[in-house]
Structure formats: structure tokens, C-alpha cells
RNA sequence: GCCGACUUAGCUCAGUGGUAGAGCGCUCGCUUCACACGCGAUAGGUCACAAGUUCAAAUCUUGUAGUCGGCACCA
């Protein structure tokens, strides 16, 4: 078979994933056992408008190895995908599209605006599912949804009117969260406070009327003195005690303000007095309503100053307002000064302005009742369990105990339109349908509320209206097959904006947890450690990624971060995994290029039967005798057994690779149960590089290269595809697009090795049965003896380094040794010739060589290398004292234990029998090594 | 102001009571018939600092310093 030389990712990537999803793969459908447990994602739904970023790309990493492993296992799965109809962000699209052409959307009415909206969401909104198929994302597309879907919508129609109608959903007059460029009010999530150095704190005098007196209000925002209606000062201030009830005689208007006195303000801070602006200041606003003040809106909905602020300043911009009234205090004697104040700026989460303050009438909904269902399920159960738990699950929680109404109308065209209705009179009919409205309104005139729901209602609801839940079905085959969903993977961003809001409402309505899990990844930084954002340059697309090292590359990078921790984003950590993706090629390049003869075969692999046909063929006289456990005894049969087995008779090495095998298999599913994907990845990667590539390809290389046709060597062929075959089965919810290009090169795949669950579908490694891993094949025994062979090799090759001996020249091997440990060395001594690159192995148990060898100390060998000539008696000198001093500073920690009476008397026993074992060989080995260095000198 | 996280090798990061780890980089040696995106061998760390608990602390407790995050306040 001809294999290229290296990965090139990018042949792999195109021919698959269009298979897998034409043949169904990823519909939970594809599942052939009736019994099957269903594991299930919703994912995250990103906006319409959006490309993929790192953000996305990790978290589908995540939930795709979650999702191909569970599937692997036999589980129904399902990942559902989806967008969100984002209303600020498309609003904002179509508006700067009707802008170029000279039009706004006033001027060309809401009618076409939403036109339009479609038209650029069905033009634009694919190109983030086209990039997920990229990524090899395994989500179901037949069950895909949008927020503004019809079923989904309606079910955004009957929360909000049941939420009216049990008096959650409220109409008022606030201040709210007020974004004058993209002109609609946000909720306080969407609110994000930037602390800026260079603020300034200007102190105004007021004068007070019939009186020479004035008082000093200081304020960030000086342009906002134009809407007071008051001062106030603390009712026990001695300083301002007589100026209360008096009249303030506000500069720049013709108005007239009093003084007022209230609990609210702090004597100490400031002045001591403070300038009121209920219609601009949430705390002002408060104490207006206590002292009955008019709230005096001086803004128009772009942050210029409207007719309330005077002919001066009138149509000017919030800032410029803002100097010109200082100025014109300037001007009057009555800027006392400004300070230069350190203070917090409320902006924008999405275009970054500052928000204003602002009185309005919204639509509110209050979360009492909903909070304290999803408190309820967190303090009863536990849920959802968070990872990691600290800190999320307390930044949760104390998020919900504090929340507070949430402002959930926005002044945008694009999305959905609230189900309100009023009258002439300016009554309010909240219903399903206008027909309703209409009714319930007696026929009268009615036109719609002109708001739209902020996108997060609608999302909130992901969690069921995506199962078809939409207030009229209220129970569906996917509700009941698939909710509550499994785990929720997401940034920690969005844990109050998203993940709270849809525990919340799933609660309520569909009275169901909504996940059992969430795991909160970290967020991946620019190079500068900073997060990515488009206007510090620092982000790194996903795409360029995949150009550049491969989709399996960047995903299993992604997945090699630990849970929840922020990373900064490295190229050469991802130069890794693009290593480790070819070293796998390569890999899987070297066993077919040597795969004649040979099958992927599980009976090759299996000790167990191996015992099995021995008890058979040692027949009954002997069977009574016959003890699994008693190595002796096997050890007798084996060699016999093998004579007529090829198939069966495993070695030394293979007994080792299938027991590390196992333990990965086991560590890699312990690992993502609970979510350590970092762990997994790391067990991958060390046990295929280190285990099955540094070492397994290299013990049986000389086997399996052989040119000699012979069943002992395609059995070596057989076994070492069986084993590659596995391991890519691990790797294959990390890796999707190599491990299937590889997999379906392999001889003898088929169907068969398919999950149970799957026995119809065409062979694929999406669906063969993931490894669970079998404590019963773990081999400790096999494991000693493969480290006794790997250390003699690794000390023959560190002499050879240290003393420069060429490769070309092979020296023999001496070992001293105890009977036992000979017997090991003797059945592993072609591979230790060929990997230490030595002539010959000398085994013996006391140690008798030329003085001018080179000599190193094993656990359980003394190895010594006659360099007649080659040696250079210094340097052996103080290469054997460097082990010397590192063995003897252990011995003198051990030793300094165990004088310790606390320890021997406290420590558990097993821990200081450990201690006991060790300090014994490291003796052995500095006995040697000190008659070593004597026999030098 | 309150709460929390982090500080480990030159760099980026793993590691929740018992011999300090990885990748990259550095040094040395290899065109060894899967792979130079490779192979082999080294070097490199008072685990931020201080005190405490413990037979034993990178790991638990407290404090200090620095970095970052969330919340509150922001006249």
C-alpha cells in the first residue's frame, strides 16, 4: 500500500465528514439498540452573524470528544445545533446596509427592514455551521435550530404571556442601562464597568436663593446638572442643616430647586451634598420618588441634550455639553475646581460606548419565583454540578441570590416582537395572538407593542423549545427522550447572561433540571496574555489554524488545556499536536508497510484465552496442578505452548504493551467522565508516542520486518495492528478526521468491530466500540519486567553517549545478575542488542570484567561494557560518581525517615515498608557503584 | 469595599499530603531501512515570601506581596 511520507491533513479533512453525515451517523437514529441509554447535548447556540472564534472552536472540541466517545459506547446521542438570531448585531447590519444606500430604517419602515434581515440572515447565517463541519463538529444538522423558528417563537410567545399572567412580566417606568449608539436599553448583564484613570470630578456651586450662601455638589457628569430638580444632604449635617427646605437657584437654567433632606447621602463623602437627577441617575431617581421630585429627561435617545436642557445646549452631544457647562461655570465664578478622580465607566458589552443612565418605560421580569427554583435545585441536589466547581458554582449562586429584575424589552425591529398590544387609551392587552388581543380588547383599535424580547429571552428558553416544547406541545418525543440534557460546556461569560436563565426557565416550565453538568471553559488569550479582541489584533482564527497544522492538530490542543483554566494562546504547543498527528501517520505508515499476512485480529491479543488454550492443551493429568498465578508454572508450559501457537504465544513485550494499553483505555474514560480532558489527552499522547512508538515499534521491528514468511511474524504483524487499531479508537473523539483516514486502511476492518449498537451501519471509526479498558489484562508482572529491559537499554545508550561511541561500533553487553532477573534479560537479548546497538550479552550473577569497562547499576542488573581503549578513565570516573552522589543523597533523605521514630511510629505502614524496599536497592546499587569507582582509582 | 483565583524549569503550563513533571527551547551525538513534524543522551527548579498544622507540605491553615477575575460602590 502506498502511504505518504507525511499528514496532510487537509486530504483527510475533505473526504469525511460529508460521509459521515450523509449515512446519518450523527443522528441519534443511527442507534439500532431499542435499550440504549441517551446522552445529549444542547450546544451554545452562536449568533447568526458570528464566525467561529478560539472561543467556539475550544468548547466544540470539548463537546464533540464528549459526544463521539458516548456515541463509541453505544449510547443514543445527540448534539443539537443551532443559532441565535442576535437582534442588536444583525439590527446593526441592516441598518449600516440602509445606510449606504442614504436610508434609515424609519424611512423605509419595519416591514422591509425585516425583509431585509431575512434576506442577510439566509445569505450570511450559514457560514458558521460551514465551519463547524470543518471542525468535524458530530451534531445532528437534520435537528438544527434558530431562535426565530416558528415552534420556538411561539414557545418566546407563551413564556411571556404566562409570565404576564402570574405577574412576573411587568410594564414600568426605570432608569435603565441606556445604549445610545445602538439606541436601546441592555439588561445590567450586558453592562460592562472599564475603570479609567483619567476621570475627572468637578465640584459646581449652586447658590442658594435669598441668601449669599452657595453649596457644592461635585459630579462626574457635570452635563447632567441641567435635569436636576434637587439638592440633597444628610438630614444630621450640621453644615447644611439651616440650608434645608430652601431653594436652590440652578445656574444655566431658569429653575428653581430645593434643598432637600435624606438618610441617602453620606455626610462624609465629597461635599456633603449631593446634585439630584432622577431622570439620569438610578440612586437619584430613588430619592426623587421619596421627596416627590420631577424627573427631568434632558436626553434624546442618541445622547444629545434635548429641549429640557435649554436653547443653549440643546441637539448638543452628551460631552460637549459637558464642556461647554463647565465653561459657562467657569464663565459665572462657579467651578470651585476639578479633580482628577479614578472612576468606572459603564459601557457596552457589545460596541464598547458608554452606557447613559436613562428614565424609561420597558418591560421588566421579575425572577423571584425562578431564582428560587434554580437555588432550590442547587441546595437539594447539587445542580448543576459545575467544573470546575470553585469558583463557579459560588459565583452562580451568589449571582442569583442578587438578581434582580431583568430588562428584557429592546428598541430593536429584528426579533421577537412583544405580544402586547394597547389601545387608543393606552390600555395594555398581552396575548398570544392579536386575534386574542383583539378580543380580550373588545374589538377595539389596537396596535402592537413596537419593542422587541432581548435575544437571552429566547435563549433561555434552548434548553426545551429545542426539543419542540412551544406552549401548545408541551411533550414531545425528543423532551422526553432527550431532556434534561447531559452537560452544557460554555465560557464562564455567560454564566449569568445564559446558562442560570435556562436552569431558571426549564425549571418553571417544563418543570425538569435543564442539565446535570456545566462545564465552564477558561478563555484562550492572545500571545500577549490578554483576551482576544479585534481591536487589540492579538485573536488567532481557527480557520488559519486548520490551514496551518490541521484540524485534529488545533482540536486536540484545545482539548490538552486543563478544565477551566485560561491558556495563552502558543503556537509551538500546537506544533506539538501537528507532530503527534504525523507521528501517528507514521506510525500506522510503519505497520502497513509491514502488514502482509496480517489482520486486525482481537484473538491476538488476548492472555486470557492463552491461559485458556494452555489449560486445554495440558489436558486433564496436569490440570489439578494448574495454577494461573504461579508465574513458575507458566513459564514451564509457555515455551511449549508456543511451539504449535504463533497466534497465541505473546511475549514479554506484548504482554506490556496491552497491559499499558489498558491502563490508558481505563485512565482516558476515568478522564472524561469527570471532564479532565487535559488528563486524557496526556495519557494518549505519552502511551502512543512514548510506550507504542518509542519502544513496542522498536522491540518488534526486527520481527516484523522479518523477510521470512512465517505465521510467527505475521502473528508480531497482526498484533501490532490490533494494538495501533485500538489506540486509534482512543484518539478518535479527539482526532476524528486521522484516526478514521487510518482506520479505514487497515486490514480486515469491517463492521464487526462496531459498537453492538451499530451493527448495520458501513464500517467506520465513528462507530466502532470505544475501549473501556480491562483491569483484568493489566499485566504488573510484565510491566517490572519491561522496565528491567528499558533500563538497561536507556544505561547502555547513556554510556555509549557519554563516551562517544560511535553507532557503528557494538560492544557486548556484561550483566550481573540474580538467576530470576538472567531469565528475563535472556528472553528479551535480540532486542536489547538491537536497541542498545551491541554485538553480544554476557549474562552472569557476579560481575567479573576487564577493569577498562564502563559500568551503570539497574534495580536489578550491574551492567558493565568492555571498551578496551575506548574508555576514558575520567570521565567514567565522574560519570560514575554523579550516580553515586544522586543515589546517595536519596539514601541519606531515606535513611534520615527512617531514624525518625514519628515517622515509623505515625506513617502507615505500607508507606514505611516502601521506604525499607527502596533504601534496600538503593544499597545494592551503591555497593556496586562504589566498587566501581575503587576498582577505578 | 466584599468575594474568589492564580504565582512551579528560560517560555507556556500539568501536578490536592509521601522520590518535583510535560511540551517547546538550550547542550551533546545521530542522513539507524515509519517519521528531521524524527531518533538517542544530558543539563536546568529553596514549587512567590513568612509563620503554622502534620511523622511528612508544591499540595492543608493563616498572613504578606504581586497578577487577574467577579460583585458592590462610584456625588
Redesign the pocket.
Known amino acids: 500500500m502506498e502511504i505518504a511520507?507525511?499528514?496532510?491533513p487537509k486530504e483527510a479533512e475533505e473526504s469525511h465528514y460529508q460521509k459521515w453525515e450523509e449515512r446519518g451517523y450523527f443522528a441519534p437514529e443511527i442507534n439500532e439498540n431499542a435499550d440504549a441509554m441517551k446522552y445529549s447535548i444542547v450546544i451554545p447556540p452562536p449568533n447568526v452573524t458570528g464566525s467561529l472564534h478560539m472561543g467556539h472552536a475550544l468548547q466544540h472540541t470539548l463537546m464533540d470528544a464528549l459526544v463521539r466517545r458516548k456515541r463509541m459506547q453505544g449510547f443514543k446521542t445527540l448534539w443539537l445545533p443551532g443559532t441565535d438570531h442576535a437582534s442588536i448585531s444583525v439590527q446593526r447590519k441592516i441598518v449600516e446596509q440602509l445606510r449606504e444606500e442614504g436610508k434609515t430604517p424609519q424611512t423605509v419602515g419595519r416591514e422591509e427592514f425585516l425583509r431585509r434581515a431575512w434576506a442577510w440572515k439566509e445569505l450570511y447565517g450559514n457560514t458558521i455551521t460551514e465551519q463547524m463541519r470543518r471542525e468535524g463538529a458530530s451534531v445532528d444538522w437534520s435537528r438544527h435550530r434558530f431562535t426565530m423558528d416558528e415552534s420556538l417563537s411561539c414557545a418566546v410567545i407563551e413564556v411571556f404571556c404566562r409570565l404576564y399572567e402570574e405577574g412576573w412580566i411587568y410594564r414600568g417606568k426605570r432608569i435603565v442601562n441606556w445604549c445610545p449608539v445602538d439606541k436601546t436599553v441592555i439588561s445590567?448583564?450586558e453592562v460592562?464597568?472599564e475603570t479609567r484613570k483619567d476621570g475627572k470630578?468637578?465640584?459646581l456651586q449652586y447658590p442658594v436663593k435669598d441668601s449669599d450662601k452657595k453649596i457644592t455638589?461635585?459630579?462626574?457628569?457635570p452635563e447632567t446638572m441641567l435635569g436636576d430638580t434637587a439638592v440633597?444632604v444628610?438630614p444630621s449635617d450640621e453644615r447644611y442643616k439651616d440650608l434645608i427646605g430652601k431653594t436652590i437657584l440652578l445656574p444655566l437654567t431658569n429653575r428653581e430647586i430645593p434643598i432637600v433632606a435624606d438618610e441617602?447621602?453620606?455626610?462624609?463623602?465629597?461635599?456633603?451634598?449631593?446634585?439630584i437627577t432622577p431622570a439620569h441617575?438610578?440612586?437619584d431617581y430613588e430619592l426623587g420618588l421619596r421627596h416627590n421630585l420631577e424627573q427631568l429627561v434632558i436626553m434624546n435617545d442618541d445622547a444629545t441634550m434635548n429641549a429640557n436642557a435649554g436653547a443653549d445646549f440643546e441637539g448638543l452631544d452628551r460631552f460637549k455639553a459637558r464642556e461647554k457647562v463647565i465653561e459657562q461655570f467657569e464663565e459665572l465664578g462657579l467651578l470651585e475646581k476639578i479633580e482628577d478622580?479614578e472612576?468606572?465607566?459603564?459601557t457596552c458589552e457589545r460596541c464598547k460606548n458608554i452606557i447613559e443612565p436613562l428614565l424609561s418605560e420597558q418591560w421588566f421580569c421579575n425572577m423571584d419565583e425562578m431564582r428560587e427554583m434554580a437555588l432550590d435545585l442547587m441546595r437539594r441536589e447539587g445542580v448543576p454540578h459545575f467544573y470546575?466547581q470553585?469558583?463557579n458554582e459560588?459565583?452562580y449562586t451568589?449571582?442569583l441570590e442578587?438578581l434582580?429584575d431583568w430588562t428584557i424589552s429592546r428598541q430593536l425591529w429584528w426579533g421577537h416582537q412583544i405580544p402586547a398590544w394597547y389601545d387608543r387609551a393606552g390600555n395594555v392587552f398581552v396575548a398570544r395572538s392579536f386575534e386574542d388581543a383583539k378580543a380580550a380588547a373588545q374589538n377595539a383599535e389596537l396596535t402592537q407593542d413596537n419593542d422587541v424580547l432581548d435575544t437571552w429571552f429566547s435563549s433561555a428558553l434552548w434548553a426545551f423549545s429545542t426539543f419542540g416544547w412551544n406552549g401548545e406541545v408541551t411533550e414531545t418525543q425528543d423532551l422526553n427522550a432527550f431532556s434534561p440534557t447531559d452537560v452544557l460546556v460554555t465560557g464562564?461569560?455567560i454564566i449569568?447572561l445564559w446558562v442560570s436563565r435556562m436552569i431558571m426557565t426549564t425549571q418553571k416550565f417544563v418543570g425538569k433540571k435543564a442539565f446535570e453538568d456545566v462545564v465552564i471553559t477558561?478563555t484562550v488569550?492572545g500571545k500577549d496574555?490578554?483576551?482576544m479582541s479585534k481591536s487589540r489584533k492579538n485573536g488567532v482564527d481557527p480557520l488559519d489554524m486548520f490551514d496551518k497544522f490541521g484540524v485534529d492538530a488545533t482540536r486536540i490542543y484545545l482539548a490538552?488545556?486543563?478544565?477551566g483554566?485560561?491558556?495563552?494562546w502558543?503556537d509551538?504547543?500546537i506544533?506539538?499536536y501537528?507532530?503527534?498527528?504525523?507521528?501517528i501517520?507514521?506510525?500506522?505508515?510503519?505497520c502497513l508497510?509491514?502488514s502482509d499476512g496480517a489482520q486486525v485480529d482481537y484473538t491476538y491479543l488476548n492472555p486470557k484465552a492463552e491461559v485458556a488454550e494452555i489449560k486445554r492443551l495440558i489436558g486433564d493429568e496436569l490440570i489439578d496442578d494448574f495454577d494461573e498465578e504461579d508465574e513458575e508454572f507458566l513459564d514451564k508450559v509457555e515455551p511449549e505452548f508456543a511451539k504449535d501457537n504463533p497466534k497465541e504465544n505473546l511475549s514479554i513485550a506484548d504482554r506490556w504493551i496491552i497491559s499499558r494499553l489498558n491502563k490508558t483505555a481505563l485512565d482516558v474514560n476515568r478522564a472524561l467522565d469527570r471532564y479532565?480532558f487535559?488528563?486524557a489527552v496526556?495519557r494518549l499522547?505519552?502511551f502512543f508516542?512514548?510506550d507504542f512508538?518509542?519502544?513496542y515499534?522498536?522491540l518488534v521491528?526486527d520481527e516484523i520486518?522479518s523477510e521470512t514468511v512465517n505465521t510467527k511474524r505475521d502473528a508480531a504483524r497482526s498484533r501490532i495492528l490490533t494494538i495501533l487499531e485500538q489506540a486509534l479508537r482512543l484518539l478518535h473523539p479527539f482526532m476524528p478526521y486521522l484516526t478514521e483516514e487510518l482506520w479505514q486502511k487497515l486490514p480486515n476492518i469491517s463492521n464487526e468491530l462496531h459498537n453492538a449498537a451499530y451493527s448495520s451501519a458501513e464500517q467506520t471509526i465513528m462507530l466502532a466500540d470505544f475501549p473501556a479498558g480491562d483491569a483484568g489484562l493489566i499485566d504488573e508482572r510484565a510491566e517490572a519486567e519491561m522496565q528491567a529491559v528499558i533500563d538497561v537499554?536507556?544505561?547502555v545508550?547513556?554510556i555509549?553517549?557519554?563516551m562517544?561511541i560511535?553507532?557503528s561500533d557494538k560492544p557486548t553487553i556484561h550483566i550481573a545478575a540474580a538467576p530470576n532477573a538472567q531469565r528475563i534479560f535472556a528472553q528479551n537479548e535480540a532486542q536489547i542488542l538491537k536497541l542498545a546497538?551491541a554485538e553480544s550479552l554476557v549474562l552472569s550473577e557476579k560481575s567479573d570484567v576487564p577493569k577498562a569497562s564502563a559500568k551503570a547499576v539497574t534495580t536489578l542488573a550491574e551492567i558493565a561494557l568492555p571498551l578496551e581503549g575506548l574508555i576514558d578513565f575520567e570521565k567514567e570516573i565522574s560519570r560514575l560518581e554523579?550516580q553515586l552522589n544522586?543515589l546517595e543523597t536519596?539514601q541519606q533523605?531515606?535513611n534520615g525517615?527512617l531514624s525518625?521514630a514519628?515517622?515509623v511510629?505515625?506513617?502507615?505502614a505500607e508507606?514505611v515498608q516502601?521506604?525499607r524496599d527502596?533504601v534496600a536497592e538503593i544499597e545494592t546499587q551503591v555497593t556496586a557503584l562504589r566498587q566501581n569507582l575503587e576498582a577505578l582509582k
Open positions: 511520507k507525511a499528514y496532510n445590567d448583564v460592562k464597568d470630578l468637578v465640584y455638589v461635585a459630579t462626574t457628569r440633597a444628610n441617602y447621602v453620606d455626610a462624609e463623602f465629597g461635599t456633603g451634598a449631593v446634585k441617575d438610578p440612586n478622580y472612576i468606572s465607566l459603564p470546575p470553585i469558583p459560588k459565583v451568589a449571582w442578587n434582580k464562564r461569560d449569568f477558561g488569550l496574555g490578554k483576551p490538552s488545556i486543563a478544565t483554566a485560561d491558556i495563552r502558543n509551538t504547543l506544533e506539538t501537528r507532530n503527534f498527528a504525523n507521528k501517520w507514521n506510525a500506522t505508515r510503519f508497510m509491514n479532565e487535559h488528563t496526556s499522547y505519552h508516542w512514548d512508538c518509542d519502544w515499534i522498536e521491528k520486518t537499554i536507556s544505561k545508550r547513556n555509549r553517549a557519554e562517544q560511535k553507532p546497538r554523579n544522586k536519596e533523605r531515606l525517615q525518625n514519628n515517622f511510629d505515625r506513617a502507615p508507606k516502601e521506604i527502596r
